[in-house]
C-alpha cells in the first residue's frame, strides 16, 4: 500500500522549486477505502460524495474511491484510517463492537423495528460514536443504514432448533454469539467472500439484508428468505483526523456539506434499494417468507440474551444511550 497523503500538483512543486510564487492552487490526495462492490447503493452513495467534494472544491479535494475491498479489507478499514494509511474509510460498524460496545448498538436485536427507529436510534448513539471514534483519531462524516437484517438459508427455518448445526455465516460478535445460542457453528466470512463461501460450501445460512442477497446473487445457492428484520445496522464512513484538520476552512465545510447531502441520500436510497432487492431475490427463485411464530419467539428470547450481554458490557454509556433512544421513541 502506497501512502498518498497530501500532495500537491506537479506544477505547484514545480514553482516551489524554481522559487516562484505557487499560483496553483495547492491540490490534496485521499484515497477512501471501502469494502463493498461498485454496484451497492452505499458505493454508489460514496462516489455521489466524492464527486459533490470535487465540484465544490473545484477539484481542489481530490478523493479516490477503492470499492470492494480492494485497498483493505472491511476489518482493517478503521485501523487504516486511524493511521492515515487511508484518509477516508466506510466500514460497518457492529463488526468493531469488541473495541467499544458503542459500535454494536445497532445491532441488537428487534431494538428498532422500522427505518425510522432506526433513525432515532443513530441519533441517541452518534455522540458516543463520534466519541469512540474521536479517540480512534477519525471524524465521523456519515452513518447509512443497510436494509433490515433476514435470514437466509439453504433449507426451511421453523424455529431456532432448525439453525443447529447449520454452517451460519457471521459478521459480528452479536451474530457469533446467536449462532452460538441456537447451536449453530459460527464461521466469519466478509462481504467480499461471501458468493465463494456460498460456492464452496463453507457456509449454509446466513443473517443479511436484501440488499446483500441481491448483490451478491444469494439465490444461486440459498432457497429461503425469512423476513425478520431482526435489526437495521450501519456503515459509518469517516476520515483521519489530521487529513481533516489539514484542509482549508473552505474545503472541510465543503466536505461537511457533501457529507449531510450522502447522509440523507443514503438513508433514502437504502428504503428505496431494500424494496427493490426483494423483488430481485423473488425473481431469482428465492421463497420470500414471513417468519413462523415459533422462529419469531425463538429469536426474540435470544436478543433478550444478547441484549442484556451488551447492556452488562456497555456500563453507563450503553444506558445512557439506551435511555435516550427510548426518550426518543
Ligand atoms: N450487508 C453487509 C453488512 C450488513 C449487510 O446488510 C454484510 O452482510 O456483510
Same mark, same amino acid.
Given at each position: 500500500m502506497k501512502r498518498r497523503d497530501f500532495c500537491t500538483t506537479g506544477a505547484a512543486l514545480a514553482a516551489a522549486g524554481l522559487g516562484l510564487p505557487t499560483l496553483a492552487q495547492a491540490e490534496t490526495k485521499w484515497d477512501f477505502a471501502t469494502a463493498? =462492490? +461498485?454496484?451497492n447503493f452505499h458505493s454508489k452513495n460514496n462516489q455521489q460524495f466524492v464527486d459533490d467534494v470535487a465540484a465544490a472544491t473545484k477539484g481542489a479535494l481530490k478523493i479516490q474511491p477503492h470499492f470492494? +475491498? @480492494? %485497498? /483493505? &479489507?472491511m476489518p482493517e478499514i478503521k485501523r487504516a484510517v486511524q493511521t492515515g494509511n487511508a484518509q477516508m474509510g466506510e466500514f /460497518? %460498524?457492529? @463488526?468493531f463492537q469488541n473495541e467499544s460496545q458503542i459500535f454494536g448498538a445497532d445491532g441488537l =436485536? /428487534? %431494538? +428498532? &423495528?422500522d427505518y425510522d427507529d432506526a433513525f432515532k436510534l443513530y441519533q441517541a448513539q452518534k455522540p458516543f460514536l463520534e466519541a469512540a471514534l474521536d479517540k480512534a483519531n477519525q471524524v465521523l462524516l456519515y452513518s447509512v443504514a443497510w436494509p433490515p437484517q433476514n435470514i437466509y438459508s439453504t433449507k426451511p427455518i421453523n @424455529? !431456532? !432448533?432448525?439453525? &443447529?448445526g447449520l454452517k451460519w455465516r457471521v459478521y459480528s460478535p452479536t451474530t457469533a454469539r446467536i449462532g452460538e445460542l441456537v447451536g449453530a457453528t459460527p464461521v466469519t466470512i466478509q462481504e467480499a467472500e461471501l458468493a465463494q463461501a456460498l460456492a464452496t460450501g463453507v457456509i449454509e445460512g446466513l443473517i443479511t439484508s436484501s440488499a446483500t442477497g441481491a448483490d451478491n446473487k444469494l439465490y444461486e445457492h440459498l432457497k429461503y428468505f425469512y423476513e425478520v428484520q431482526a435489526w437495521i445496522p450501519k456503515n459509518a464512513v469517516t476520515v483521519n483526523k489530521k487529513a481533516f484538520s489539514a484542509l482549508p476552512k473552505a474545503e472541510q465545510d465543503a466536505v461537511r456539506q457533501a457529507a449531510a447531502a450522502a447522509e440523507k441520500r443514503g438513508w433514502e436510497s437504502s428504503r428505496e434499494v431494500n424494496t427493490r432487492s426483494i423483488e430481485t431475490l423473488k425473481k431469482g427463485g428465492m421463497q420470500v417468507l414471513a417468519p413462523s411464530d415459533q422462529l419469531k419467539a425463538d429469536l426474540v428470547k435470544v436478543g433478550e440474551v444478547v441484549t442484556k450481554e451488551w447492556v452488562e458490557k456497555a456500563g453507563a454509556d450503553g444506558k445512557a444511550l439506551l435511555d435516550a433512544y427510548n426518550k426518543s421513541k
Open positions: 463493498y =462492490p +461498485a454496484i470492494g +475491498a @480492494s %485497498l /483493505f &479489507k /460497518f %460498524l457492529v @463488526s =436485536p /428487534f %431494538l +428498532a &423495528k @424455529s !431456532a !432448533a432448525d439453525l &443447529k
